[in-house]
């Protein structure tokens, strides 16, 4: 204990320490020094033969200070000050170290840690591992036979692409459901729902939109979630006549209600049907899908209610699939385990529904895990992700490769300090470590920054991912492991780099470094080769991003047929306010004639469903339309109000568009496009043909022909369009569109007063421009656009960065050379060539390694373009330029320095 | 250059004792230590000067001396060590040590 407390005595005056000690060693030298002087020695003579007796006065003062400290702490406070030191003189390699470090580490840790809240994180409920999706698959339906039978004689939600080209879907009948749920041995609890889509809900006297969930009884016990506020959804609630009761989001509970108590117990509408909140849900809680967050838990059997007793056929039709399912494993229950007890038990009821011949294409159950909730996301999302996955892991091995060319360039500069302190009697281990610590410093200082990058990074990304999509639920946070792992490589990559070179600039044998300072070596070699491979890589993300601009570009420049700016977007449904044919067709009529009649508003139309989402949004007239008796295929219907064509700036070609003529009682008419009328009617006027919808009675007047326009999607060809009027065929929810003179939203208020005006009771919702609805359609396209340039911008730069180290020492190494070469007589202009065809070396080869590899690499991202091929010439040839031009800039300086060496005084050095 | 690790004394640690021995006679400055190890011992041990001071920081850091500044005989600022209780203490543990160590050499050797 004693010696503790005068150690930490030692420590706290540790200054005056090393004072004392100093001074008691300088009067020991000079006492022996005057001692040796009387026995008759010369003064010099004498102070010189007491040092040699003395031996290393460094040294001993270190010993002696050791004694005190334990030596690792006491060098390694020197070592720190010595790299502050060291960092703060070299501010332009430390500042270019530090940079691009953190950017390597800090573009990967985002993107890793959005991916993983993307594809990999759990629900937030209690053990997600025991949760299990119920799907099916089933071979594809076969167009092309027309006896072909399916005992899916209907879906309602989505089918995607699973193994062996079949169809994959998450829908069951509701009969299924229950041959799940009842008695089942190897689920604790399986559970149903359907996404109830939005819903008019009114809180308090105001209406709103709110994303909803019908959920079977099972719900919420099945996914252990407890309540915030008072009870959630049980059995009891979810069967006919049971009383409606709603359960809200923790977020509408806070946003309507100022929180989950003021909730419990108050009346809503949703869609005019009154239902009383009996709780709200935990606050981290979003439902089992995680790309969209639900505001709104009904019962599964309210839908009776709110959606009318037709959807009554639902529950009985067991060809008719339309609810998801999940269940929760009992203990020590394996997936695999599942599937075999309850596929047969499938198989028994589906074979059971089927008649005839769909029995030979029966449907088969497919479990999957469950913890991560519904894959819709991970479906679409996963293949992008592991692009820029691989292209931020490109860019990290690019920093790595400029941290150890840097390195490495400054340990050679180095050498002879190296030398020098060896020399002066430093310990090798000592010198070593002291490099080390400064490497590490580096590292860590990159780390820090980082950091900052990351967290500033996953900001940026979701805010790019998750633009144009309302209830974006992915709220991705910094992932500490990702984190700890990228800083490590870094750290690990300073480590050896920073190693290898101080191990050889210790050799014991310092006289040739310091007879002659620039000596280089095998390690210049490395350094090349890291250059080349920084310039291959970068080469690789040059071109990725060369394609994914111009996939943008294309998108953009393709012809749409409608206007894109200044077109204000949104929509109401005066149905579920109450509003019923025929009355229903004048309210949007007469809404529609006081919007046109707002200043700055140039025209005013509506449809059935926005022009960009028409086709593969609502019900739309599909399936087969007849001209006479000729069937036309693959047309597409668009039901649009008065002024449509004029509003979106449709050229028409022949005849009129939809105006107030055309109301219910007036007879059908349609517009059709040209490429339709060409098809169907060649060599003759359409005007005054007829043609019929699909479930139609009814034979619709050709009054027009427009132009050619491309609807429902940028990426296909425009198909066969056929305006109808939307007043003639008893409209829900219509979308509006105003054609406005400047910014569309500018007129958002405006809008919502007089849709206030008209009924209250209707809310306004999706709210946009067009351009940002063209946009959405694309915003993958146009995500990866921005990234890739990001990331090939950061690439080129710590390219520049390594290739600028690279030359800057190989014109420090050949100083003698140059001097020498530019006293016989070389010009300034040659060894300027001399340093730049170096570089252009460098850059030719790493193109070499980097064509090839970019033509092999980017076939991978075919299915992610539009409109180019991965080795498209253009962007190849664009790429090399941008790199042989970044690389003699980086060479551009350290040629000039070259070439401004002044022959006598590099003659003069060594 | 060419330098070579030099060992201070024959004994490891031995070092320690003899400032001990000495400083148990009176109190002294670090030359004057050394100064008198050389005296008495003939010049027959050869001690690499610098190696005092981490020995003198040793002994202190144990609490068996201590340092406090003072003037040598002709007048010059110095640290002047003392032994301390406990650094008597230890000389008696050393030398009984020393002397046993010595004695078994002695006997391996057959001088006595």
């Known amino acids: ?910 | 250059m060419g330098r070579k690790p030099q060992k201070n004394d024959s004994l490891p640690g031995s070092l320690d004792m003899l400032i001990l021995r000495t400083l148990s006679r009176r109190d002294l400055h670090g030359y004057g230590i050394l100064q008198f190890l050389q005296q008495s011992s003939n010049n027959e041990l050869l001690i690499e000067e610098g190696s005092l001071y981490p020995a003198l920081q040793r002994l202190e850091l144990n609490g068996w001396i201590d340092g406090a500044w003072g003037l040598t005989p002709n007048n010059r600022r110095a640290r002047i060590y003392k032994i301390t209780a406990a650094g008597r203490k230890q000389l008696v543990v050393e030398t009984r040590q020393y002397t046993k160590l010595t004695l078994a050499i002695a006997r391996v050797m057959g001088t006595e």
């Open chain 1, 1 to 910: 204990m004693t010696r503790l407390w005068r150690r930490l005595k030692y420590w706290s005056n540790s200054a005056r320490r090393d004072e004392t000690l100093r001074e008691e060693m300088e009067l020991h030298l000079a006492q022996k020094a005057a001692e040796l002087q009387s026995e008759g020695m010369t003064a010099e003579c004498a102070h010189a033969e007491a040092r040699r007796r003395f031996g290393i006065v460094a040294r001993k003062s270190e010993e002696a200070r050791e004694i005190w400290m334990t030596r690792f702490f006491s060098e390694l406070s020197q070592d720190l000050r010595y790299g502050f030191r060291t960092i703060a003189v070299n501010k332009a390699f430390s500042a270019m170290a530090v940079l691009s470090l953190a950017l390597g580490i800090g573009a990967n840790t985002a993107i890793y840690s959005l991916m993983e809240s993307i594809l990999m994180r759990s629900l937030p409920v209690a053990d997600p591992e025991s949760l299990v999706v119920l799907n099916w698959s089933s071979r594809p339906p076969q167009n092309s036979n027309k006896d072909w039978v399916h005992v899916v004689h209907g879906v309602q939600g989505v089918l995607w692409p699973g193994s062996k080209g079949n169809l994959v879907s998450g829908m069951f009948p509701y009969r299924a459901f229950q041959t799940m749920r009842d008695g089942n041995p190897v689920f604790s609890t399986v559970f149903g729902y359907f996404n109830g889509q939005s819903r008019t809900v009114v809180f308090r006297g105001q209406a709103t939109s709110a994303a909803t969930v019908y959920v079977t009884g099972e719900y919420f016990r099945g996914l252990s979630v407890a309540p915030a506020a008072g009870r959630l959804i049980d059995p009891g609630d979810d069967r006919p006549g049971a009383a409606p009761v709603a359960v809200l989001s923790f977020a509408a509970s806070q946003n309507r209600f100022g929180g989950p108590a003021n909730a419990v117990g108050q009346s809503i509408l949703v869609d005019n049907v009154p239902f009383t909140v009996i709780g709200v849900a935990p606050p981290e809680f979003f439902g089992v899908d995680p790309q969209t967050a639900a505001g709104l838990y009904l019962p599964l059997h309210t839908n009776l209610l709110v959606d009318g007793p037709r959807t009554a056929r639902m529950y009985s039709d067991e060809n008719f699939y339309w609810i998801e399912m999940m269940g929760r494993l009992h203990p020590g229950i394996s997936m695999a385990q599942a599937q075999t007890v309850l596929a047969p038990r499938f198989h028994r009821w589906v074979d059971s529904t089927a008649t005839g011949a769909e029995r030979a294409n029966l449907p088969a159950l497919l479990l999957n895990p469950g913890a991560a909730g519904l894959g819709s996301l991970r479906r679409e999302y996963s293949k992008p992700l592991y692009v820029l996955l691989a292209m931020v892991g490109l860019i990290l091995a690019i920093t790595c490769a400029n941290i150890a060319n840097l390195l490495l360039a400054r340990a050679a500069a180095r050498r002879r300090e190296m030398a020098v302190r060896l020399s002066l009697g430093a310990g090798r281990f000592r010198v070593v470590r002291q490099l080390l610590t400064e490497s590490l410093m580096l590292s860590s200082l990159g780390g820090v920054v980082g950091i900052l990058f990351a967290v500033w990074g996953i900001r940026w990304l979701t805010f790019l991912f998750s633009k144009g999509q309302q209830n974006f639920t992915l709220h991705a946070d910094l992932n500490w492991k990702v984190l700890a792992a990228t800083a490590a490589l870094s750290l690990l990559c300073g480590l050896i780099f920073g190693l290898a070179p101080a191990l050889q600039a210790t050799r014991p044998d310092v006289m040739p470094a310091l007879k002659n300072g620039r000596a280089g070596g095998p390690r210049r070699r490395v350094q090349h080769a890291l250059a080349v491979a920084q310039i291959a890589g970068s080469f690789l993300i040059l071109v990725a991003a060369g394609l994914f601009v111009q996939t943008l570009n294309n998108l953009h420049s393709v012809q749409l047929g409608y206007a894109r700016e200044n077109i204000l977007l949104f929509s109401l449904n005066a149905h579920q306010a109450g509003h019923r044919p025929p009355e229903i067709a004048t309210f949007y009529t007469d809404l529609r004639k006081r919007l046109e009649s707002v200043p700055g508003v140039l025209s005013a139309t509506f449809s059935r469903s926005s022009i960009v989402t028409a086709g593969h949004a609502g019900p739309a007239f599909r399936g087969t339309m007849k001209a006479g008796t000729v069937t036309i295929g693959g047309a597409r219907s668009l039901a649009t109000g008065s002024r449509y064509l004029t509003t979106m700036q449709i050229p028409i070609l022949a005849g009129r568009e939809i105006d107030d003529r055309d109301q219910a009682g007036a007879p059908p008419v349609a517009i059709i496009s040209e490429r339709l009328a060409q098809t169907y009617f060649p060599n003759e006027n359409p005007l005054g043909r007829r043609i019929a919808l699909p479930e139609e009675k009814r034979e619709l007047e050709i009054v027009g022909v427009s132009a050619n326009l491309r609807n429902g999607g940028l990426k296909q060809e425009s198909p066969l369009t056929v305006f109808v009027a939307v007043t003639q065929f008893s409209p829900e929810r219509v979308t509006y569109a105003l054609r406005t003179a400047g910014d569309p939203l500018r007129f958002v208020p405006t809008v919502q007063q007089i849709v206030r005006e008209a009924d209250s009771r209707i809310p306004v919702t999706n709210v946009l421009t067009q351009a940002a609805e063209i946009d959405r359609t694309i915003n993958r396209e146009l995500t990866f656009a921005k990234l890739c340039s990001g990331f090939a911008v950061l690439a080129l730069l710590i390219a520049c960065v390594g290739l600028y180290g690279t030359m800057s020492y190989t014109v420090a190494r050949q100083f003698s050379e140059i001097g020498i070469r530019m006293a016989l007589g070389a010009h300034r202009a040659a060894v300027m060539w001399m340093v730049l065809r170096h570089v252009l070396l460098l850059a030719g080869i790493g193109l070499a390694i980097g064509v090839p590899a970019a033509l092999s690499a980017s076939r991978l991202l075919k299915s992610l373009l539009f409109g180019t091929q991965p080795n498209n010439p253009t962007v190849l040839s664009l790429a090399t330029l941008i790199l042989l031009g970044a690389a003699i800039l980086a060479g551009y300086l350290p040629a000039r320095r070259a070439s401004q060496i002044d022959p006598l005084v590099a003659l003069r050095q060594d």
